[in-house]
T-cell receptor, first 114, second 108 residues
Framework: DAGITQSPRHKVTETGTPVTLRCHQT?????MYWYRQDPGHGLRLIHY???????DKGEVSDGYSVSRSKTEDFLLTLESATSSQTSVYFC?????????????FGQGTRLTVV | QKEVEQDPGPLSVPEGAIVSLNCTYS??????FMWYRQYSRKGPELLMY????GNKEDGRFTAQVDKSSKYISLFIRDSQPSDSATYLC????????FGAGTRLTVKP
């Protein structure tokens, strides 16, 4: 699993509540990513980080925020969860940007918003 | 139109068959092409990685890229039940863009 731990692995939450997902890596890789995976859409990038406190938006960033206060941790927050955010969320890391090297993925967090 | 198109299947083949998985793309700027394998309830793992047009072989797997046709393929020879998974194509120009994934089942 390339030294990536996602927590929680499963979560059910109610509409309108805040939710934070955590990604922890032991590889000391500079780049970290949050993707969501939905049937028919594959993996879509939500946000990514290229260093401590350096983050940027991805393809589907609306309704999500991220923070990275330490190299090893990358947090994804849903400020007010909606049913459309029910998905499987994957964290990924790469040594450089994805431009040159492959990304390694965590096991995923299955989030259900009811 | 999606930037990366991939037939979601499902695809079911008998053990030992040759499997062909394909993706087409619309952005000619894509430079790096990858295939990921994803087992049920697991994260994707990199299977093949290539930069240029042509073929790249790794054991039973062959990745093929045709930039002129904007078409990539993954061939699996002598398929095994352990190859049953979802296969995602991915390509990079700046961000990594994924296909929707093809679910493959290899029956004993």
């Amino acid at each position: 699993d390339a030294g990536i731990t996602q927590s929680p692995r499963h979560k059910v939450t109610e509409t309108g509540t805040p939710v934070t997902l955590r990604c922890h890596q032991t590889e000391n890789h500079r780049y970290m990513y949050w993707y969501r995976q939905d049937p028919g859409h594959g993996l879509r990038l939500i946000h990514y980080s290229y260093g401590v406190k350096d983050t940027d938006k991805g393809e589907v960033s609306d309704g999500y925020s991220v923070s990275r206060s330490k190299t090893e941790d990358f947090l994804l927050t849903l400020e007010s969860a909606t049913s459309s955010q029910t998905s499987v969320y994957f964290c990924a890391i790469s040594r450089e940007g994805t431009r040159n090297t492959e990304a390694f993925f965590g096991q995923g967090t299955r989030l259900t918003v009811v | 139109q999606k930037e990366v198109e991939q037939d979601p299947g499902p695809l079911s083949v008998p053990e030992g068959a040759i499997v062909s998985l394909n993706c087409t793309y619309s952005n000619s700027a894509f430079q790096y092409f990858m295939w990921y394998r994803q087992y049920s309830r697991k994260g994707p793992e990199l299977l093949m990685y290539t930069y240029s047009s042509g073929n790249k072989e790794d054991g039973r797997f062959t990745a093929q890229v045709d930039k002129s046709s904007k078409y990539i393929s993954l061939f699996i020879r002598d398929s095994q039940p352990s190859d049953s998974a979802t296969y995602l194509c991915a390509m990079i120009y700046g961000d990594m863009r994924f296909g929707a994934g093809t679910r493959l089942t290899v029956k004993p």
